[in-house]
Nanobody
Framework: QGQLVESGGGLVQPGGSLRLSCTTS????????IGWFRQAPGQEREGVSC??????TTYYADAVKGRFSISRDKHTVYLQLNNLQPEDPAVYYC???????????????????????????WGQGTQVTVSS
C-alpha cells in the first residue's frame, strides 16, 4: 500500500489545537482502517486513535477521549488534536491496519487496545510540542 506522509505538527500552548494529516500519493484509503500512534523520546509507541472506514467505527485511547477526533476523506486521514496537554507531546505517526476492517471493528467493540504490531506502512511522523 506504500508509505504514508504525516504533517500538521507544531508547537502550541496548553489548551491549543492542531490538525494532523496522514496522506497517500493517490492510494485510496477507504479499503483499510488507519491508525494514529505517538511516541515520546524513550517511550514505547502508543496507539492513539483508529478509524475503520466500513461502518465508521472509531477507537480512542483513554488519555485522549473527548479531546482528539479522527476523520478521513479519500486520500487523507485527519487527527484533530484539541485542548492539548503537557502529556501529549510526541512524534505522531499514522499507519495502515493489517487486519480486515471487520476484524478491527470487532476488536474496538471489545475494548481491545491498539497494537502497533497490527499496522504497517508507517509514515515518518510529525512532531507535536506543547509548551507555555
Amino acid at each position: 500500500q506504500g508509505q504514508l506522509v504525516e504533517s500538521g505538527g507544531g508547537l502550541v500552548q496548553p489548551g491549543g489545537s492542531l490538525r494532523l494529516s496522514c496522506t497517500t500519493s493517490g492510494f485510496p484509503l477507504e479499503h483499510f482502517a488507519i491508525g494514529w500512534f505517538r511516541q515520546a523520546p524513550g517511550q514505547e509507541r502508543e496507539g492513539v486513535s483508529c478509524l475503520v472506514n466500513s461502518g465508521g467505527t472509531t477507537y480512542y485511547a483513554d488519555a485522549v477521549k473527548g479531546r482528539f477526533s479522527i476523520s478521513r476523506d479519500k486520500h487523507t486521514v485527519y487527527l484533530q488534536l484539541n485542548n492539548l496537554q503537557p502529556e501529549d507531546p510526541a512524534v505522531y505517526y499514522c499507519a495502515i491496519d493489517r487486519l480486515p476492517q471487520g476484524a478491527r471493528a470487532a476488536k474496538i467493540r471489545l475494548g481491545e487496545a491498539l497494537s502497533s504490531e497490527d499496522f504497517n506502512s508507517w509514515g515518518q511522523g510529525t512532531q507535536v510540542t506543547v509548551s507555555s
